[in-house]
């Protein structure tokens, strides 16, 4: 019976990497297609994982659309293509085609429309997190300009005197005019289970007593992580470190931080029930590479949990603009830490355990899953980013690799000959079997 929570678990795991998978390679291959039959190349086969097909059916276009059996990744084969990764040519169908219908296969198309063609799916998971995360933050919305509580999270003290639509003008006599002066005071606020505010209630001033304005409660738990492993979540509340009552989020960061990955002992409150539900459990925090801007990083201890505010702000709705912006905005972040990440692990400044594999991604998944549909939504985004700006590597078999064919091409006149291109094609996949295999291996050991 014990084998049956475990094999539940794994079945959650498969499904939920499965899910984020396909919707992110149906991206990205639609992508290459669209891309393709615009540039008057035609594709035969789009193709939703590997292996023999399960459903199919033959469009007007007279391109087959599959699902196959083995659904971890997938493919667009175009006319004229040896295979699904377009590595060669098929020698035989090029000599039965016409020079008209040599112009519709990948090979026999301009340069441009090859290019472009390629260039598409890494450009469509682009456009997919940038679409999903400006639809979260239309969905959303953002936080007014003066601090303003829609609702205070739940704590075991109670929100205190503090009422839904109060604007908090200062905390423990510190004005708080906005959100960034909310934040510079957090530092500042003496320690201890409540404050004293004063608020804007009814068009008038009025003083009243709360919560910490940062508590030590856990806002969100990094899939993966120490705090995440020990069975912690979003909502729990830290009320004593190593026996030592704690009040406010920075107490428990120093605590870990003072510890240096020595173990600690947390004692939790959970919101369940009327009275909530108290527990204590104690971990290692774990070793984190952390991005502290202009491609620097810091190493530091972390049990892998986020704060915040005492309350859920009250918002107001996100112009599409503005949304688009953002997306825009997060996604490039999401690709320069990327980079800034690989130039770090080449020049062994962090460690090459910041490199994951598919069991690491796919436990991700599932955590985020678990984690509700938002975060389900919002770690498919950030996946997408990474699978396009991976396929941007100029290694053979890879789209970039692809492109940096097509350069060698704009530049010399002619392609690569196919006897370098099959080397290359060895050589790069030799690479991406090597990166797989590192990335499972630091999944198992690190």
Known sequence: MDLLPQFGNLLYTVVAFVVALSIIVAVHEYGHYIIGRISGIKAEVFSLGFGPKLISRVDKHGTRWQIAAVPLGGYVKFLGDANAASAGVDVEEMQHLSPEERRHTMHGAPLWARAATVAAGPVFNFILSILVIAGLSLWAGKATETPAIQTVVALPGGAGDLQQGDVIDAVAGKPTPDYQALSDVVDQLPAGPTLDYTVTRDGSKTDATGPQLFPARFAGVQPGSAAYDAGLRAGDVITAIDGKPVYRFIDLQDAVKAGAGKPVALDIWRPEGDAGKTFSVTLEPRRT????????????????????????????????????????????????????????????????????????IAETSAAAAKSGMLDFIWFIAVLSTAVGFLNLFPIPVLDGGHLMFHLYEAITGKPPSDQLMNVFMSIGLALVLTLMVFGLWNDLTC
Not at 297 to 314: D, H, K, N, Q
Not at 341 to 354: D, H, K, L, T, V
């Open 289 to 360: 590479d952390l991005p502290v801007g202009d491609g620097q990083f810091e190493t530091r201890f972390l049990i892998g949990a986020t704060g915040s505010f005492m309350f859920e702000p009250v918002t107001q709705s996100v112009g599409p603009v503005d949304a688009l912006v953002g997306g825009v905005t997060q996604t490039w972040g999401i690709i320069t830490q990327s980079v800034s990440g690989i130039q770090a692990m080449i020049a062994q400044r962090i460690s090459s355990c910041n490199l994951t594999g598919a069991l690491r």
